[in-house]
């Protein structure tokens, strides 16, 4: 069937100015590492990011190496592209990215030049792109000279194969470095992916305020600690969820007791406020001035739309952020 693209797409969505540049993101993004890859149900994926499109989500997050295997959410994006979303190209912002393994031997990792060009040559024709929105370091290399790692994200946009360029999973103070030398290079840094969650707040302790400081955008992934501060698991284990799916990513023992007793009462407050445990998680984040956008991934087209319904109730009394802090303690 042809597909045409909502025509109230806009309408819902709030747009976020990213850092200082030029650039609007949509509150929600979408990441493509689970559900997207060769072993998944194309038709399924394929409805996720029509609908996702249809919400007004135009940011549609990747890696080289997301699948599995790696490279395959790459090619099934390249696909639905060709066939559906394609003639919406200037409308979406693809984001690509080079640090985690991709191939043998000593250039298919980490942050040499080497490395970074030449892998974002692969993702682009994986894409069947002729250049990406925003391509990432995805993480930082203790042994290549931050220059050589800055420098080639620069020359990517220079060749015309990136329009901006990001740093992933970088500590505030490798942070502070790499920013410094991207705008020494005329190349701003637009943006800092980091893992960011009701029980992962690291970000909170140095990073938010540099990104503030340099005017670089933030958009946290696994913002529901893949599924962990949802209802997901608060009755078992779903048979469909990614727990049972065996990730090694997300497993049994992370859904320990202590865990269980936290996810119960932010479900409960939740309720309170008329929200899902995951709407509250999402707003939780979005809530801080830092963060441009929350990178969610997504099993099904419920959860998409469970999701972006966030965006009505985005604020916090400083006695309920402090009753959270208490659960979280
Ligand atoms: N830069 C990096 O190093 C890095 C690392 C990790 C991820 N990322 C990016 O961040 C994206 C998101 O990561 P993530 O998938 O871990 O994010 P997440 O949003 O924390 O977790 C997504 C999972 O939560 C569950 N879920 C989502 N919405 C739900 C809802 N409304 N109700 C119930 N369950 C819901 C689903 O689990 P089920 O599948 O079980 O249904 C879904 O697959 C990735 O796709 C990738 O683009 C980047």
């Not at 998944?40 to 996702?52: G, S, V």
């Amino acid at each position: 069937m042809t597909y045409f693209a909502s025509t109230s797409r806009y309408e819902n969505m709030k747009f976020n100015r990213c850092g200082s540049s030029g650039l609007l993101l949509p509150a929600v993004s979408l990441g493509l590492w689970h559900n997207f890859g060769g072993m998944d149900d194309f038709n399924k994926m394929k409805e996720i990011l029509l609908k996702a499109f249809d919400l007004g989500i135009t940011h549609f997050d990747l890696a080289n190496n997301y699948g599995p295997p790696p490279g395959s959410a790459e090619i099934n994006l390249k696909n639905i592209l060709k066939s559906e979303l394609g003639k919406h190209r200037d409308e979406l912002i693809i984001s690509t990215k080079a640090g985690y393994l991709m191939w043998e031997g000593p250039y298919g990792e980490w942050g040499s030049r080497k490395y970074l060009l030449s892998s974002l040559d692969q993702s682009l024709k994986r894409m069947g792109l002729d250049y990406v929105d925003i391509f990432y370091s995805h993480r930082p290399d203790p042994e290549t000279p931050l220059e050589e790692t800055m420098t080639a994200l620069h020359s990517a946009v220079q060749q015309g194969k990136a329009l901006y360029v990001g740093i992933s999973n970088y500590s505030a103070e490798q942070t502070t470095k790499a920013v410094k030398i991207l705008k020494k290079l005329g190349t701003p840094c637009l943006i800092h992916q980091p893992r960011y969650n009701m029980f992962d707040r690291w970000v909170e302790d140095g990073l938010l305020d540099v990104l503030e400081k340099h005017g670089v955008g933030c958009i946290p992934f696994s913002p529901l600690a893949q599924g962990i501060l949802t209802d997901r698991y608060l009755n078992g284990i779903p048979e469909d969820s990614r727990v049972a799916g065996e990730s090694i990513f997300l497993k049994k023992e992370h859904l320990d007791p202590e865990v269980m007793v936290k996810v119960k009462a932010l479900n409960q407050h939740a309720e309170q406020r008329g929200q899902t445990l995951a709407q509250l998680a999402l707003a939780w984040i979005l809530s801080r001035k830092q963060i441009t956008s929350v990178l969610v991934g997504a099993s099904s087209v419920d959860q998409l739309l469970a999701n972006t319904a966030t965006l009505h109730n985005l604020s916090f009394s400083k006695d309920e952020m402090a009753y959270i802090d208490n659960i979280l303690l």
